[in-house]
């Protein structure tokens, strides 16, 4: 059976990051294919993925990660620079991370229209 967990943006915002990755962490060792709201900073990611690393194992085989951000592409500075101020004072962060145990998430393709997961038959 193939479980998602939908993580919403303010369970997250605000956690230390060692909270944060131990609990992305842990619904993955459950074989839960996670869809976080919003994206994960990039030193945040860098971290999930050091800290999976260390944790591979004959039962764990490590995390497939894919985020992606769903705001409409500006070419306006002066639009560009008033988003990210939002963001910055609002501590919001568009977008979808999917993270998933690589034992049944074989890959994560993305492009600008859509996001496919294709996972693998858990019996082999």
Do not use: W
């Not at 690393?53 to 769903?70: A, L």
């Not at 998933?100 to 994560?108: D, F, M, R, S, Y």
């Amino acid at each position: 059976m193939l479980t998602l967990q939908y993580i919403p943006y303010h369970e997250l915002v605000g956690l230390p990051l060692d909270d944060k990755i131990k609990k992305i962490l842990k619904s993955v060792k459950d074989d839960r294919i996670i869809l976080i709201e919003g994206r994960l900073a990039p030193f945040e990611e860098s971290e999930l993925i050091k800290r999976t690393m260390e944790q591979i194992d004959r039962k764990f085989k490590g995390i497939e990660i894919c985020s992606v951000d769903y705001g409409r592409r500006e070419t306006d500075v002066i639009e560009i620079l008033r988003k990210r101020l939002a963001h910055f004072l609002l501590r919001r962060n568009e977008g979808l991370t999917i993270i998933g145990p690589a034992t049944l998430v074989k890959e994560i393709k993305k492009d600008p229209n859509k996001i496919e997961l294709l996972t693998l038959d858990k019996k082999r």
